[in-house]
T-cell receptor
Framework: DAGVTQSPTHLIKTRGQHVTLRCSPISGHKSVSWYQQVLGQGPQFIFQYYEKEERGRGNFPDRFSARQFPNYSSELNVNALLLGDSALYLC??????????????????FGQGTRLTVV | AQSVTQLGSHVSVSEGALVLLRCNYSSSVPPYLFWYVQYPNQGLQLLLKYTSAATLVKGINGFEAEFKKSETSFHLTKPSAHMSDAAEYFCAVRFSGSARQLTFGSGTQLTVLP
């Protein structure tokens, strides 16, 4: 079975540009979360989506947005890129919903990440 | 405020020695706790999780962790380090009231010396 897949793996953008990162969850997983990991730090929560609806949002500016599609894949969009947006962006999927484990116990499966460099 | 603290950003041990990585959380309600490992240029892999079923949790690759409510701690241990254990380790928490997000510690880089 394929794990969580993210694309692209690496990306270089210029300040002020826009970027779109993509994530495909594990088959059967309906919940997708996004995290930002700046070099030398732990991942920081950005968004969580379930059934195409935003269910959680971290402390990030409105330049960050996301959406989830009917096939449960997801996109993270960042506008007006800043140098400080350079980071590894991680996507995680998990089981959630009626009959599944409560989210609080559900293991989050992470992708390999997208390394974004803003110059 | 709810937070996760990992003491020691870098830990070095000799091959075969005990590994102890520390994690403390601040919360009045016991949260759900996880340890993840990250190898260079890779995502995060779950080592183990505390789900309130047992205070001593066994995970993959010989790692285990003990939940101590009185100390608000969830330290990770392994009796005998292997070279392949060299990686970055993150303690993560789902706090009550914000269970949709994982709150991560700042990480501990483990070096295993031959």
């Amino acid at each position: 079975d394929a794990g969580v897949t993210q694309s692209p793996t690496h990306l270089i953008k210029t300040r002020g540009q826009h970027v779109t990162l993509r994530c495909s969850p594990i088959s059967g997983h309906k919940s997708v979360s996004w995290y930002q990991q700046v070099l030398g730090q732990g991942p920081q929560f950005i968004f969580q989506y379930y059934e195409k609806e935003e269910r959680g949002r971290g402390n990030f500016p409105d330049r960050f947005s996301a959406r989830q599609f009917p096939n449960y894949s997801s996109e993270l969009n960042v506008n007006a890129l800043l140098l400080g947006d350079s980071a590894l962006y991680l996507c995680a999927s998990s089981l959630e919903g009626r009959g599944s484990l409560p989210l609080s116990l559900a293991e989050a499966f992470f992708g390999q990440g997208t390394r974004l460099t803003v110059v | 405020a709810q937070s996760v603290t990992q003491l020691g950003s870098h830990v070095s041990v000799s091959e075969g020695a005990l590994v102890l990585l520390r994690c403390n959380y601040s919360s009045s309600v016991p949260p759900y706790l996880f340890w993840y490992v990250q190898y260079p240029n890779q995502g995060l892999q779950l080592l183990l999780k505390y789900t309130s079923a047992a205070t001593l949790v066994k995970g993959i690759n010989g790692f285990e962790a003990e939940f101590k409510k009185s100390e608000t701690s969830f330290h990770l241990t392994k009796p005998s380090a292997h070279m392949s254990d060299a990686a970055e380790y993150f303690c993560a928490v789902r706090f009550s009231g914000s269970a949709r997000q994982l709150t991560f510690g700042s990480g501990t880089q483990l070096t295993v010396l031959p």
